[in-house]
């Protein structure tokens, strides 16, 4: 029996910045599930985060069919329904927050989804709480360093309630204890997510699956999902079994 839902179905999607010569996203084709977690690991510039904000309706492909939750979506209105049940961790920290204070900046996206101000506030504080920021709320984000930027973008995508995440390279600026503690958090989520990361080791500790980006396209990496094994376990190719 399969009960997995559809979550994102990508067929023939291509995608050309204005003025450049070649496509970034050339005729993909995507699928993914309820309860699925997947990593893509790609060199810079291949077209991954364009690919992340192709799925949010923020670039427009210039051919290709998008469904999301089943459903095709193409207009701006489409999107503004995907968008309250996908939240996307922008590469770019300071594309995601623009509140003076954290707890403004976490409360911004459940108030805007029409929760009381008593509601957001709660739902924000539960959220800092759950990473570890609860000291963090009346901190000025601007002046926030750039791990705890990388983790407050996080709270504000949380905070929203998505059933999906789209994290693009959550891992950058983060040290080693705080990376854990991400690892965790992701482990703890019961959310379908897919992850851009170029660390191996945190792919591997976060997403099952691995795929990676090629000529504009997506493909399922078995080789480079063997060669993270033997990065994490000291088996290496050997057979070994996992608990
Ligand atoms: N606004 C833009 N206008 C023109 N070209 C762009 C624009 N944004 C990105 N590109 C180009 O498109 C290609 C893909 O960019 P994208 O940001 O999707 O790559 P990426 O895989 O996310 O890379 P990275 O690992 O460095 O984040 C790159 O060659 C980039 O220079
Ligand atoms: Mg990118």
Redesign the pocket.
Known sequence: MNNKQQIINLEGITFR?PG?REN?IDNLDLKFFSGSRIGLI?P???????LFHIIMGLLKPDAGRIEIFGQPVSREKDFEKVRRRIGLLF?DADDQLFSPTVLEDVAFGPLNLGKSKEEAIDISRKTLAFLGLSDFEERITFKLSGGEKRLVSLATVLSMEPEVLLLD?PTTGLDNHTREKLIEALNSLDLAYIVISHEYDFVNAVAPEIYKMENGQIFHDEELQIHIHEHVHRYGREPHKHG
């Open positions: 910045y450049a970034v790609a810079n510039g291949s077209g991954k985060t364009t590469q390279e």
